[in-house]
């Protein structure tokens, strides 16, 4: 592997909590060389479809800045719409969050969560969604100690990593290198009790059997267990 981890190990995981001034929860985390702004921010209302209900709301807005890969990409929001990609990822995001909370705790008020990749090496979607939850983490506290809230709405923690085949072998937490050269490439998100929130497994090349997908499924468990204790130690 290029840079000497062993086959089944994550990549550096650092985290900059507290990275912006305004925002609730902020944090810069870093894959490896793929480091993501996440923040949390939180509104006094909810969707209209939520109006009414005593439950809160979590939503995620998910960006790759133009800076962020080899070659400046446009921003979205000068073309005037984005990208299925930039969609599918930010309703990844979302849906992973929403399914630890407990929103009848958050009372009648919206997590406005951001993603915005600043430097891209493989696993953007991964950093996020685990940066999310830092972010996510850390604006709850404030609710919790300001009294706004009575509860701990988080369930549970969550994190997420990739996986893949690479010249026969399963890898975790792949690079950018290591991703264009996978002939199956997974991402998963699973909480902290090892119960599986999204599964997205795709064959790039060889079609992969019932075995090298259990393979995938347990050294991608053991990453985001190495990557939780890594995070949790960093929390304090």
């Known amino acids: 592997m290029r840079d000497n981890r062993a086959t089944h190990a994550i990549r550096p995981l650092t985290l900059q909590r507290s990275f912006t001034k305004h925002a609730l929860g902020s944090v810069l985390i870093a894959y490896g060389d793929t480091k993501v702004l996440c923040t949390a921010c939180i509104e006094e209302k909810v969707p209209p479809f939520m109006r009414g209900l005593q439950k809160g709301w979590l939503t995620a807005e998910y960006s790759l800045l133009p800076g962020a890969t080899h070659t400046r990409s446009s921003r979205e929001a000068a073309k005037g719409k984005q990208t299925g990609r930039t969609q599918e990822i930010q309703r990844l995001i979302g849906r992973s969050l929403r399914s ?11 997590i406005q969560i951001d993603a915005d990749v600043l430097q891209a090496d493989g696993g953007t979607r991964t950093a996020a969604i685990t940066g999310s939850m830092v972010a996510l983490h850390d604006a709850v506290s404030v609710l919790l100690h300001n009294g706004m809230i009575q509860t701990n709405p988080i369930k549970e923690w969550l994190a997420a990593v990739s996986v893949g085949i690479c010249d026969q072998q399963v890898r975790c937490d ?18 902290e009790s090892g119960r599986f929130i999204e599964i997205q497994g795709t064959a790039e090349g060889d079609p992969f059997d019932s075995h090298q997908l259990q393979e995938l499924l347990r050294v991608g468990r053991e990453g985001i267990i190495d990557i939780l204790g890594i995070v949790k130690a960093q929390l304090g």
């Open 174 to 191: 792949l690079d950018y290198d290591e991703d264009v050269q996978a002939s199956v490439d997974m991402n998963l998100v699973m909480t």
């Open 100 to 110: 630890i909370l407990d929103f009848s705790a958050l009372g009648e008020r919206t």
